[in-house]
């Protein structure tokens, strides 16, 4: 389980099961335990208006540095 948090202000916007090793390039929607985002259409965003993702029909197209990670990937 990980914990994606946001670049700018470091809050958290997703408690995620991440399944392998390598980089976050999208969340699948089954996988995401907790969500603290903000929608505004299909994009994703923190409370603080960054910009974090797409809002795919199977998934969240995380957009590369606006966001870090910790936790431990399955």
């Not at 995401?32 to 197209?61: H, L, P, Q, T």
């Amino acid at each position: 389980m990980i914990t994606i948090k946001c670049s700018k202000c470091n809050r958290k916007i997703f408690r995620y099961i991440k399944v392998g090793k390598g980089r976050l390039r999208h969340c699948w929607k089954n996988r995401i335990v907790k969500d603290y985002s903000a929608r505004d259409g299909n994009e994703v965003k923190c409370m603080c208006g960054n910009s974090i993702g797409i809002d795919s029909e199977k998934w969240i197209k995380m957009k590369q540095n606006s966001f870090s990670y910790s936790g431990k990937t399955k």
